[in-house]
């Protein structure tokens, strides 16, 4: 699925930088839907066990068949990420 949007200049610039931003993935009404999903998550979320100097991040693990419900939009975010 992602292979529509990757070119080979983005490849090149995750050999070169380690990292590439691939602009419009997502359309504003997949993005607003995800985001709702996550929120909808959050009472899932855990604090991380950092040190007190340390960002204190909540965290959850989403794997598409655990007992979560995710949403339709972060499922779709997470099988572009793979």
């Given at each position: 699925l992602?292979?529509?949007y990757v070119r080979i200049d983005h490849i090149r610039e995750?050999?070169?930088k380690s990292v590439v931003v691939i602009h419009?993935?997502?359309?504003?009404?997949?993005?607003?839907?995800?985001?709702?999903?996550?929120?909808?998550?959050?009472m899932?979320?855990?604090m991380s066990l950092n040190d007190?100097?340390?960002?204190?991040?909540?965290?959850?693990?989403?794997?598409?068949n655990d007992e979560h419900s995710?949403?339709?939009a972060?499922?779709?975010c997470?099988?572009?990420l793979r």
């Open positions: 992602i292979a529509v995750l050999e070169e419009n993935v997502l359309s504003s009404s997949t993005l607003r839907d995800a985001r709702e999903n996550v929120e909808a998550l959050s899932n979320m855990e007190e100097d340390v960002r204190q991040d909540q965290i959850v693990s989403i794997r598409e995710h949403g339709d972060l499922i779709h997470i099988k572009l």
